[in-house]
């Protein structure tokens, strides 16, 4: 910060620079003066032509930590770091020597240095005014650390965002693998159906409408992704917790079949009201069902347990319990991290969403070993106010 201060290129004054150096003060007006400096927003500082401070606006007094009694008659510097703080003085001789005015009229970028001596960015403007015979120097101090906190959130926020588009891409092509798949399976036992004689029409357009649903849910999927990516979020509305695990279940129960998964559905908490997006929690519990199925394959007890109840008065817990081989101990601490997976084929991408998509929600997943034996994976939401 420097009232004189020589930038790096020499700039010709221009003609308002070299009328403002001329300007003289207006008798009779102290006090109308006074009061515009105690009410303006930015900091105002004067300075004579050594450098002492004849006067602090509430506003300086308040940016730099400084009562004005403090400052005035002080030489200015004591406001500036290094290396203006050593080079003030010689910036104010040298306008004083050559009259060539190089920040005067201009305005910039320089740092100011306050009270418990941290440092702040702000935009510096002087003019200069005769008065009494003298050269006045008025230094006109605009804060600018706010915006440029401010420019540091935004970046950060821009790039948080990035980083959960990027692994909702990621994760795309394994969330909608799951409804694909249970489109083919669906399809597939229609057509097993149309191949026996005494095919049932009622079963074949279950299966059919099951199918559809899982084309539906799909679209869903990709209308959440296209939301996120407009709007930086996604919709969410009151829902009843039990009847969206209910729902994702039955998306899984051709899969449970399929690999004989006896499969208890127990969603008895109450109340079960929770604000969310619908879409996004059922494909968490997709997510759980699958890996737990997936978990059973080659055991010969093949039991899954999905159930609700409410737990720190205030939250509802959703366990997904199997009776797999449990998890490895190599990976049980890092198993919600993005492509961690003890599938041979499998994107470790699934249990990294679901994170994101329950801290999201303001709730928290974890796994635990089963005293059955398996793994039990839960997460909690709050419930709505009433």
């Not at 300086?60 to 005035?72: N, Q, R, T």
């Not at 980083?163 to 597939?188: F, T, V």
Request: charged content about 25%; glycine content about 6%.
């Amino acid at each position: 910060m420097g009232f004189a201060h020589l930038p790096d290129s020499p700039v010709a004054p221009s003609s308002a620079t070299e009328e403002a150096c001329d300007a003289v003060s207006v008798p009779g007006h102290d006090s109308y003066l006074a009061a515009i400096m105690n009410a303006a927003l930015d900091g105002i500082i004067t300075i004579d032509e050594r450098g002492t401070v004849l006067s602090m606006n509430p506003a300086a007094a308040k940016l730099f930590g400084f009562p004005p009694s403090e400052v005035i008659g002080q030489n200015v510097r004591m406001l500036m770091p290094e290396p203006d703080r050593s080079r003030h003085d010689s910036y104010i001789s040298e306008y004083l020597r050559t009259g060539t005015p190089k920040i005067i009229g201009i305005g910039r970028q320089v740092e100011g240095m306050r009270k418990d001596s941290s440092i702040f960015t702000m935009e510096l403007g002087v003019s200069v005014v005769a008065t009494e015979g003298k050269r006045v120097f008025v230094g006109l101090i605009h804060d600018l650390s706010r915006s440029r906190q401010f420019e540091r959130r935004l970046h950060e926020l821009q790039t948080n965002r990035l980083d959960l588009m990027e692994n909702m891409a990621a994760g795309l092509a394994h969330e909608l693998k799951q409804p694909l798949s249970a489109i083919a399976a669906y399809i597939n036992f229609a057509h097993r159906q149309l191949k026996q004689k005494d095919f049932s029409v009622e079963k074949v357009e279950e299966l059919l409408d099951n199918a559809s649903a899982q084309v539906f849910r799909a679209s869903e999927i990709m209308d959440n992704l296209r939301q996120f990516i407009a709007r930086g979020d996604t919709v969410r509305s009151l829902q009843n917790l039990n009847a969206v695990i209910r729902t994702a279940c039955e998306f899984t129960d051709a899969l449970a079949k399929e690999h004989d998964v006896k499969t208890t559905v127990n969603l008895e908490a109450s109340p079960d009201q929770v604000i969310i997006n619908k879409v996004q929690i059922q494909q968490v519990v997709v997510n759980l069902k699958r890996n737990a199925i997936e978990a059973m394959r080659d055991v010969d007890r093949r039991e899954m347990t999905v159930s609700t109840r409410l737990v720190e008065g205030d939250k509802i817990q959703t366990d997904v319990a199997d009776t797999g081989p449990g998890l490895p101990h190599s990976i049980r601490d890092r198993l919600f991290e993005q492509f961690t997976t003890t599938k041979p084929h499998g994107l470790g991408v699934g249990l990294s969403i679901s994170r994101s998509i329950i801290e999201a929600h303001k709730g928290k997943i974890w796994a635990e070993p089963n005293p059955r034996g398996g793994t039990i994976f839960s997460f909690v939401l709050p419930l709505a106010k009433p």
